[in-house]
């Protein structure tokens, strides 16, 4: 009779870097789904990235948390990763429909820091309430940089500048939108760089690929200057 290796079991993970959330940027996360996979025997299946995406967008707007959502059935797996409670989303109610989307999969949403894990009436308890103080300092940081922008205007200094790559400006000429074209490109390059391919890879595909940049082409300074914007 053979011994026959446990199966290991499967994670998918979901990286969220914001606009206005740079403190942990794609790599940074994914490291901390690793650390979390090693530590618990479990295999990291996929990993799905969503770059300048609001923690308070709408469900519908979530196009990687979805894909990540579907990809448990499709891999087997029994656990969606994320390196914090509130890259899941930092509205309450979004956070409740991925938490039972991902229940009616067969899989468990679990945090690298450990915040909110099990199914303990306590862990529940917790997870509710690092979900409403995300949603609290989500509504803090915009009023904060309302505030910020106001005293700028009223000092008669520029709130805009050059434009990054994945933006554009608003109506108004000073505030910054979501170009969502330029957002998928953005979700590219941080999946490849994720993957490990190297900004001279990436470039190659890129411009191989037709796809427009700011300049001629694309130039692997110009990509770790997009890259950078999010670390």
Sequence with gaps: MRNEQPTKRRAIGYVRV?????????EAQRAELERWCSANDAELVAVFVAVGI?????????????????????HGAG?????K?????????????????VE????VVASATGAGNGSSPEAELMRGMVDLFAQYERAL???????????????GEKTGGAVPFGYRLGDD????????????????IHRLRAEGVSFRRIAAALNGDGVPARGKRWHPTT????????A
């Design 18 to 26: 914001s606009t206005d959330e740079q403190h942990l940027g794609p």
């Design 54 to 74: 609001s923690g308070g967008a709408a469900l519908d707007k979530r196009t990687e948390l979805l894909a990540a959502v579907d990809a448990l059935k499709v």
């Design 79 to 83: 656990v969606l990763l994320v390196a």
């Design 85 to 101: 409670r509130d890259r899941l989303a930092r509205d309450v109610m979004v956070s409740a429909m991925v938490q039972r989307l």
């Design 104 to 107: 009616r999969a067969g899989a």
């Design 141 to 155: 940081i915009k009023a904060r940089t309302r505030a910020a922008l106001a005293v700028k205007r009223s000092r």
């Design 173 to 188: 000429g000073r505030t910054l939108e979501a170009d969502e074209l330029e957002q998928r490109v953005v979700a590219r």
């Design 223 to 230: 990509l770790q200057r997009v890259v950078a914007r999010a």
